[in-house]
């Protein structure tokens, strides 16, 4: 053995629960109830983003200013991935919405699911963009008059399934040796396996990070994306409910 690190670019096999299977979870205010309410997510995750949020809410008028309210609850709903190294070692996608419970109480709505891997294909991405799609409808229809619990989870419930990865990133690299290997399929040609080691680069990369933007539409606002370390301050997340200055 010469210590380098084998991997190969083929598509892995995946069970029903890698593929995606199940509702998004959620957590926060909902204009239908008087109190924070959650479904399907685990307790640390739960604990780390109630911290968070906290701390964002308290701070935000003191960010934004006398006309805090109004940035809060114009914002766009807000995509996200967090790549592992944030709150546990999965990726976590979603949506977040400005929201408030049916007293008045101001708290976000986070809908959120776990992964191992992000897609990497470009199947998978333009699917994952489908299934951001629904999960912001499914938040925003919650601020509808006669909104249940019972509907927004039956909005979820159809939410698309994720679809199988299409392949694997290469591994880390070996601690021992720089070098990697690649098993190929047959007669691959490059553009079958490079943009493999592009996204295995990217996720080393991403680790610990946050990623977040809005849905763009042709012809409207335009959106920004931005990322960094952790979850976003608060003079970072301001920044997301602005938008950016245009």
């Known amino acids: 053995m010469n210590g380098s690190t084998t991997t190969s670019l083929t598509a892995p096999a995946a069970s029903p629960a890698a593929a995606g299977e199940g509702a998004p979870g959620w957590y926060g205010k909902l204009s239908s109830l008087g109190d924070f309410a959650q479904r399907r997510l685990p307790a640390h995750w739960v604990k780390h983003s109630d911290?968070?949020?906290?701390?964002?809410?308290?701070?935000?008028?003191?960010?934004?200013?006398?006309?805090?309210?109004?940035?809060?609850?114009?914002?766009?709903?807000?995509?996200?991935?967090?790549?592992?190294?944030?709150?546990?070692?999965?990726?976590?996608?979603?949506?977040?919405?400005?929201?408030?419970?049916?007293?008045?109480?101001?708290?976000?709505?986070?809908?959120?699911?776990?992964?191992?891997?992000?897609?990497?294909?470009?199947?998978?991405?333009?699917?994952?963009?489908?299934?951001?799609?629904?999960?912001?409808?499914?938040?925003?229809?919650?601020?509808?008059?006669?909104?249940?619990?019972?509907?927004?989870?039956?909005?979820?419930?159809?939410?698309?399934?994720?679809p199988l990865p299409a392949a694997a990133p290469p591994q880390p690299m070996s601690a021992t040796n720089p070098w990697q290997r690649a098993l190929l399929p047959e007669s691959a040609p490059a553009s079958t396996w490079l943009p493999q080691l592009a996204a295995g680069e990217l996720l080393e990369r991403l680790a610990g990070c946050s990623l977040w933007w809005p849905r763009t539409e042709a012809g409207g606002v335009p959106g920004e994306l931005r990322w960094g370390p952790g979850l976003p301050s608060s003079g970072e997340f301001a920044a997301l409910l602005r938008g950016p200055a245009v």
């Open 51 to 162: 911290a968070w949020l906290a701390t964002l809410m308290h701070e935000l008028p003191g960010v934004l200013g006398p006309r805090w309210l109004e940035s809060y609850l114009t914002a766009p709903v807000l995509r996200f991935a967090w790549a592992p190294g944030v709150v546990d070692m999965r990726w976590w996608f979603g949506v977040l919405m400005p929201s408030c419970d049916k007293v008045g109480r101001y708290f976000p709505l986070l809908v959120a699911q776990s992964r191992s891997l992000p897609p990497l294909d470009l199947a998978g991405l333009e699917h994952l963009d489908d299934w951001y799609a629904a999960l912001a409808r499914a938040a925003l229809a919650t601020l509808e008059d006669d909104a249940s619990v019972e509907g927004f989870e039956r909005t979820l419930a159809a939410a698309p399934a994720w």
